[in-house]
């Protein structure tokens, strides 16, 4: 397993990856597998989460055999920070008219759960058919946002993680597996 180490502004940070380009590789597949035969002869727009989603989606899509179009919204929790803000923001909104159509949420990861209950309710505002999410990661967090996830990549720890689109100060995004913070130390 890879490690990583990243200075930023006295602070060394130690990162671990913890699954491999393979294993995304995998079990994408297998998500597309199953959203194919959960939206056989449907037409669902996918509607990608900016930022972190963009890599995921992509591979998503391309394992998919059914029609589908595609959108993106962008929100902000986050910021540059380690942890969730608490509040989330409307940066990009959706173009497509989503009223009766079947939708498919993709997001990157799960944390506290704010930004899909913000997403699921601010998409219901529209009157969609149907409105799934899907996530690549899901950090163990409270239950009550479960019902709303339809499909999880992979259950992580709730440490911060990075790359396949996650990044730490908008950086890493690229990085072909997830990495997870082990520590960091002033330096
Ligand atoms: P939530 O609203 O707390 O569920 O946070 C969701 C958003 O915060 C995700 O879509 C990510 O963009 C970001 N986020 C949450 N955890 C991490 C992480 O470990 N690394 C990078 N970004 C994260
Ligand atoms: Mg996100």
């Not at 200075?7 to 995998?26: D, P, V």
């Not at 990075?162 to 597996?177: A, M, P, T, V, W």
């Amino acid at each position: 397993m890879g490690k990583l180490t990243i200075e930023r502004e006295n602070k060394s940070y130690l990162f671990e990856e913890i699954i491999s380009e393979a294993e995304l590789c995998q079990r994408v597949k297998e998500l597309g597998q199953q959203i194919s035969i959960d939206y056989k002869g449907k037409v669902p727009i996918i509607i990608g989460v900016l930022n972190g989603s963009f890599l995921f989606m992509a591979d998503l899509i391309r394992n998919l055999n059914i029609e589908f179009e595609v959108d993106f919204i962008k929100i902000s929790s986050y910021g540059n920070d380690l942890k969730t803000s608490g509040s989330v923001s409307l940066i990009k909104d959706i173009s497509a008219n989503i009223t009766g159509r079947d939708i498919i949420v993709v997001e990157d990861i799960v944390d506290s759960g704010l930004s899909v209950k913000y997403l699921y309710k601010k998409l219901s505002n529209n009157n969609p058919k149907s409105i799934n999410v899907i996530t690549c990661l899901k950090k163990k967090t409270k239950k009550d946002i479960d019902q709303l996830i339809k499909y999880i990549g992979f259950n992580i720890s709730s440490s911060f993680v990075i790359g396949y689109g996650l990044d730490f100060e908008q950086k890493y995004r690229g990085l072909n597996s997830i990495y997870n913070l082990k520590s960091h130390t002033e330096s």
